[in-house]
């Protein structure tokens, strides 16, 4: 248990990942939960850094007595959590503080109905940390139109290399002037449209909006024409490329893939042309990105996520404005890994010096999380469970 009050920030949430809770409003609810099922448990006091470390005492009828270090402000109200194989909070009001002797009474509690998929272990200062930092220098949405233009290099090249393996393959922006007739009324589209075959009207019964797609190429008299220009090919396929950020997607291009062979096999190409739209939307995302290479300190890690203690200026500024990271995680006498990870959570304290992340792990640089990358991390995080032991 910490015993130095003094080195304890209290923190100010910046980011935090929503969370669905099943909700405990019921105080012999709550209280049967404490003795029966988290009695052993330690707590956490919410919004403080390092976490100050809560232990349960006595439980009467009308209080709950529990163990901390002395010298905490004293507060009317807390919030004390727990991980088990659930996220669990409690609300408390404070009845009485003596020392490092408090006396709560739940109001409510909330468990998060999401299971942990892996156990969470603590890291000794120095054996894990984060360096070779990629984060986004300012919101996608904040300057959207810019980013569209310097995605432009990187969509030609990928148009090129992928036009080898798909002939006639070609990418078109948006609003591109270019933009063939059959590609006009899909302009806002950000999900793939597959016409199976070129000559029969009915494959262009596609819900769009409120209308059809038929319908729009009709309204702009262009259906037959596309027909008859088409009647060479066999089936198109219209694939977006979309970056997402905060909920939102931002469409940046369409490919367009004519087919002149009939019997595509179009589930393979769907899946081959999302695995290359994933490495194109990494590459545009580094347009504007920014590195860092300062080492920071992981506090804990897990198979699926980890905590990082912040102290670089830049990472500062610009982690509370991005979705993702890529970062290269180190331990002790070992080579790097590389990753790429969901930012969940951020916190600051007051005067902005503690600053503290967590990150959920999604993948290794441009490509899926590779087995040998997730063996390896495995490998190290059980080396940690044993020193723990």
Sequence with gaps: ???????????????????????????????????????????????????????????????????????????????????????????????????????????????????????????????????????????????????????????????????????????YLPNDKERLPELKPLENVNTPVIIKDTQDPAAYEIPLGDSTYKKQLEMARAFENVRLRLSGTASFIVFPVNIEEKGKTYLIAHIYLPLKNPGADFEKILATLTEKCDTITERIREVNMITIKEKQRVHDISLGGLGLEITNEDLKKYVPLSDRITFDLIFKMQAPLRFQGKICHVASDDEGEKFVAGIDIEGSGHSDYRKSNQERLNTMIQTIKLEDQ
């Design 1 to 171: 248990m910490h015993s130095l009050a003094g080195t304890i920030s209290s923190m100010t949430i910046l980011r935090e990942k929503k969370r669905e809770w099943d909700m405990l409003r019921e105080t012999e609810k709550i209280t049967y939960v404490l003795r029966d099922k988290l009695k052993t448990r330690p707590f956490f006091l919410k919004g403080t850094q390092p976490p100050v470390e809560f232990v349960m005492g006595e439980i009467t009828d009308n209080s709950i007595e529990f163990f901390t270090m002395p010298g905490l402000p004293a507060r009317t109200q807390i919030t004390l959590y727990l991980t088990v194989n659930r996220h669990i909070e409690v609300d408390f009001d404070v009845k009485e503080i003596r020392e490092d002797r408090w006396i709560l009474w739940p109001t409510q509690a909330r468990i998060g109905r999401a299971v942990r998929a892996h156990p969470r272990y603590m890291t000794r200062d120095g054996a894990v940390y984060a360096t070779n930092f990629k984060v986004s220098k300012n919101e996608i949405g904040a300057d959207f139109s810019k980013l569209q233009i310097a995605s432009q290099v990187v969509l030609r090249d990928h148009e090129k290399q992928i036009a080898e393996e798909f002939p006639g393959l070609k990418f």
